[in-house]
């Protein structure tokens, strides 16, 4: 119960966080996507922010044998960049540049304009069975 309390609070901290930066508003996001057009560089500062919160607090907390709540840290191993990755990227990038909206920012509009966003939420999930089926027959 405490990591699912734990979960819902990180969760909606998040989601504050993406709120407040402007992530959940699409046009703010093709906005920081169109470079040749009016580029709206601001969230240059959010992605900034968070590989800085990243980059330090990783150090402390990977200074710990363990997780607070969980056995073991359950860190990527993979370091080669590949087909799959490149082509999921490529995938994840032109759907967040034509929605607008990428999966975080998606969850945490559900709550402040579910009806709207839940085609949104419908095509993530579907997306994310898809990849997982195509990803099963490639044997990756």
Do not use: E
């Not at 759907?95 to 509009?109: D, E, I, R």
């Not at 009806?115 to 419908?122: E, I, N, S, Y």
């Amino acid at each position: 119960m405490t990591r699912l309390i734990t979960a819902v609070v990180i969760g909606a901290i998040f989601g504050i966080g993406l709120a407040i930066a402007g992530m959940l508003n699409p046009s703010k996001v093709i906005g920081f996507l169109d470079i040749f057009g009016d580029w709206d560089p601001s969230l240059v500062l959010v992605m900034g922010g968070g590989v800085l919160v990243n980059a330090i607090g990783l150090r402390f907390v990977l200074k710990r044998k363990t997780p607070i709540q969980s056995a073991k840290f359950l860190l990527p191993t993979a370091s080669r960049i590949d087909k799959p990755l490149v082509l999921g990227s490529v995938i994840f990038g032109i759907g967040w540049g034509l929605a607008g909206l990428c999966p975080g920012p998606v969850v945490a509009s559900l709550l402040l304009n579910g009806t709207a966003m839940l085609p949104f939420f419908g095509m993530l999930i579907a997306g994310l069975l898809a990849g997982r089926i195509i990803m099963r027959r490639v044997g990756a």
